[in-house]
């Protein structure tokens, strides 16, 4: 590749870094999106779990305009679902109404990166940004000269370090596999000493489940592969595929998500519900806004602030009850299973769907 020049520079292919790149081109900037992976999507370390359109507006009633947002072909909604089962650690189960559907990690990021194309954007994959260097980035194909660069390179941006932006703190790891069977249309969350810390899931796709669970290291004794090959026995999974992990940003967003020309999208900032580790509707949401101010940079000189100022306005208030909620849930829930069980049934049906959604669990 020879030394390149591009309006704005996206470090990341993934949901995150393909709608920001996908907005921006829209407007008119050059973009281009490097990704270290030869092949975007893969492999799948995700859930591959969507909320429907209603349930992401209730949570994030700021987030504008969804349904262009998540206007995906239909081929990449594979499964409706239509409830949430929370499973105690006896197995005694809670039925919440929740409505959604499954995908295919891979191809949807394949798409949404497609879409960004579709503008104009260019991909170059196989191509890892290292750090900025007088100003430009180096990546391992060469440097890069760009007016704004986008971070959206998951959970431990190495942009993020080099904008001198803050890090996600106590990110916690968790592991996921296919598991083919027939299940039902209910995304199933375990919980107890079965995911310390967190929780087991079992999501029903077509013909196959996606099978994972998440853990916080301060609650374990044991590694993770141990602690899915144990949920996996217990289950009777018929696990088809190779174990994937990734680490999951638990404390919100962070404090600031741009500086100088920089910007950070999606996992690198922290915009993540920590509750339950949901990251793909704010990645879609926080990408279009990211992409649409940076190329309003470029062409008229917004300041790229008022990116940080729209992502508070959408995210601020839910994304600090879901932290504060799991800190809630650190404290009193997790460490035994007797302790989990017991709060579980306190909180009943209507305050877990609480918990879920970003709302306070007590008034
Ligand atoms: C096991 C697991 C299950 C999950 N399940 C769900 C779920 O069911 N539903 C949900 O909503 N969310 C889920 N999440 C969270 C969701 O996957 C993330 O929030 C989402 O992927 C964030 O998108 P992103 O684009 O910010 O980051 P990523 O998807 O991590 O994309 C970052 C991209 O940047 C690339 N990259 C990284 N570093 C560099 C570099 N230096 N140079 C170039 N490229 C680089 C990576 O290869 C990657 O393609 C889950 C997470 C995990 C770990």
């Known amino acids: 590749m020879p030394d390149l020049r591009t309006d704005i520079l ?11 790149a996908r907005y921006a081109a829209a407007k008119g900037a050059k ?3 490097i990704e270290r992976r030869s092949e975007v999507g893969v492999p799948v370390r995700c859930g591959e779990m969507m909320p429907s359109n209603e349930e992401i507006a209730n949570m994030f009633r700021n987030a504008g305009d969804l349904a262009s947002l998540f206007d995906l072909p239909k081929d990449l909604r594979l499964r409706e679902i239509i409830g949430i089962k929370l499973i105690d650690p006896k197995g005694k189960e809670k039925v919440l109404d929740f409505t959604g559907y499954t995908t295919d990690r891979d191809r949807f990021d394949k798409y949404l990166i497609s879409q960004a194309e579709k503008e104009g954007a260019e991909l170059i994959t196989g191509c890892l940004f290292k750090k900025i260097e007088n100003g430009k980035a180096a990546t391992t194909l060469g440097e890069i000269e760009y007016k704004v660069i986008i971070g959206a390179d998951g959970p431990g ?6 904008l001198g932006l803050p890090k996600n703190k106590d990110p916690y790891p968790a592991v996921t596999a296919q598991a083919a069977g027939d299940f039902e249309p209910y995304v199933k969350m375990f919980f107890g ?3 310390p810390g967190a929780y087991g899931w079992i999501i029903p796709k077509k013909g196959q489940a996606n099978v994972g669970i998440g853990f916080s290291p301060k609650f374990a004794d044991g590694t993770l592969s141990e602690y ?7 289950h009777d999974l018929n696990v088809t595929t190779r174990l994937e992990g990734k680490f999951v ?3 919100g967003m962070l404090s600031r998500v741009t500086e100088g020309n920089g910007m950070l999208v999606g996992d690198s900032a922290g915009q993540v519900i920590s509750v339950n580790g949901g990251g793909l509707p704010l990645a879609l949401i926080a990408g279009r806004v990211c992409g649409e101010v940076a190329a309003d940079n470029v062409t008229n000189g917004r300041s790229l602030t008022e990116y940080q100022d729209e992502c508070v306005r959408i995210f601020r208030k839910p994304l600090r009850t879901a932290a504060n909620n799991k800190k809630l849930a650190d404290m009193l829930a997790f460490g035994s299973d007797r ?3 017991i709060c579980m049934g306190i909180l009943g049906v209507r305050r ?3 918990l879920i959604r970003c709302k306070r669990i007590f008034p």
Not at 228 to 234: H, T
Request: proline share 5%; charged share 25%; hydrophobic share 45%.
């Open 352 to 354: 877990m769907g609480n």
């Open 249 to 251: 940003p638990s404390e």
């Open 193 to 195: 000493g079965i995911a």
């Open 10 to 20: 996206v470090i990341g292919a993934g949901p995150a870094g393909a709608t920001a």
């Open 31 to 33: 973009v281009t999106v």
């Open 157 to 162: 941006s190495k942009v993020a370090k080099a």
């Open 228 to 234: 899915f090959e144990r949920f996996r026995a217990k």
């Open 339 to 341: 302790r989990t069980e």
